[in-house]
């Protein structure tokens, strides 16, 4: 019997699997009874190309591993011995031209899927669902995760200017615009005059909290303080360093991640003789982050606002610290302002400034009656109103609107 619901294209510029937005938002809505797939990449060798996942949607990769390998060693040989300036150069159009071959790929296989949505996740995927809603008449949805054009300082102006172009002329074609928090929601409205998105902000699963139950007390013997996520450039990562030299001594800074920076990081640590209070830890499959983070007693966010989409960033690790049970410090930024005066999950800081992080985290330390408070809110929030299994009735809410009052009762189970 077919199903009375209609069919949803996702779309996304990666692999799926280490997207939890997507797949989040993907095991919701077939929970609903849509039927679902999502249009993805195969980066790596280890990757499938078509896959089924057990929430019961089907994951569609476009085979671009190969090349995208082979391009990002060319990349490596052309940019190294270079002088920095040609160097950064080559870098940019290299990458601009692997972007425009991953682009053109995914639009020649999205348009031959037949759905009655199109849910484009990111700029980079809206052309290629425009295009597929044309073909077969379908909806459009765009899922806006970053201000796309706002990611770095550099971003080349020509190139900006015209996804920006493109980004006006396509979001007036959707039947509806979704954003992760209220900042990059009111900058789309303002910055293309339409409506409002829908906020629907990436909170972690309920069910992670189980795991983390036992570890809801601060540690008498000495602080720990976690940092979980890339070590790239932008994070705060090396002013953070920099401030355990004033952390009071009872207190330790582990660091649990990979990338580009984490040498240079390394060599900082052991530059500042600080072997002993800041320990490197071994990454963890995405499944395993809340759980493992529940030793820490604070988790830190020393983001720096190098641009727009940093400043007006809500990181993903501020929703799994809270999850942990853990109380959290962080960079002094619009929406992690605005969330820290609902929830009170702890103290915020200039990122730019050692001596301010260092006083945030010693003022959280030394009164440990509030420091438990901040660790009693977390986890009362995170069990109330921060979890997805809340937060994703908004995204059921926003698709019943699209279709008509008979598929809307079959979502709310009034019809058999």
């Not at 499944?287 to 989409?309: H, M, S, V, W």
């Not at 979890?387 to 809410?397: A, F, Q, R, Y």
Request: proline share 4%.
């Amino acid at each position: 019997m077919k199903n009375e619901y209609p069919d949803i294209c996702m779309l996304v510029g990666n692999g799926v699997t280490q997207d939890p937005r997507v797949r989040k938002e993907a095991e919701t809505l077939v929970a609903c009874g849509y039927s679902l797939s999502v249009l993805g990449f195969k980066l790596t060798n280890q990757e499938l190309v078509e896959d089924v996942f057990e929430p019961g949607y089907k994951v569609i990769r476009v085979d671009v591993s190969t090349f995208t390998i082979r391009f990002r060693n060319l990349i490596v040989n052309l940019s190294s011995g270079s002088p920095r300036k040609l160097k950064n150069i080559i870098i940019n159009i290299m990458k601009i031209f692997l972007k425009i071959y991953h682009v053109l790929w995914f639009f020649l296989k999205a348009i031959t899927i037949k759905a009655d949505v199109y849910h484009a996740h990111d700029l980079d995927t809206l052309p290629a669902a425009y295009l597929s809603s044309l073909r077969f008449r379908g909806k459009l949805v765009y899922d806006s995760h970053e201000l796309y054009t706002e990611q770095r300082e550099d971003f080349p102006r020509l190139l900006k200017l015209l996804l920006q172009w493109i980004e006006g002329r396509l979001i007036k074609k959707t039947v509806g615009v979704i954003a992760v928090n209220q900042s990059i929601a009111e900058e789309l409205a303002k910055r293309y005059a339409v409506p409002a998105p829908l906020v629907l902000r990436n909170f972690m699963k309920k069910t992670s909290m189980e795991e983390t139950a036992a570890s809801s007390l601060v540690h008498p013997e000495g602080i720990r303080v976690l940092y979980h996520g890339g070590y790239l450039k932008g994070r705060g990562l090396e002013e953070l360093i920099k401030s355990v030299v004033y952390w009071d001594k009872n207190i330790n800074l582990y660091l649990r991640g990979f990338g580009s920076i984490e040498e240079y990081l390394r060599r900082q640590v052991s530059g500042l003789s600080l072997e002993n209070r800041v320990i490197f830890l071994e990454p963890v499959p995405m499944e395993r982050l809340i759980a493992d983070a529940a030793f820490a007693d604070i988790g830190i966010i020393p983001y720096k606002p190098t641009c727009l989409n940093n400043f007006y960033s809500m990181p993903n690790k501020l929703f799994e610290y809270m999850m942990a049970g853990l109380a959290v410090t962080a960079s002094d930024l619009p929406e992690i302002h605005r969330l820290n005066e609902e929830v009170g999950f702890g103290l915020l800081f200039d990122p730019d400034s050692p001596e301010s992080i260092a006083g945030s985290i010693n003022n959280l330390v030394r009164d440990r009656d509030f420091l438990q408070t901040c660790r009693n809110n977390v986890r009362a929030w995170s069990g109330a109103a921060g979890n997805w299994e809340t937060e994703s009735g908004k995204l059921v809410d926003f698709y019943r609107d699209i279709f008509n009052s008979n598929q809307k009762a079959i979502c709310r189970g009034e019809i058999n």
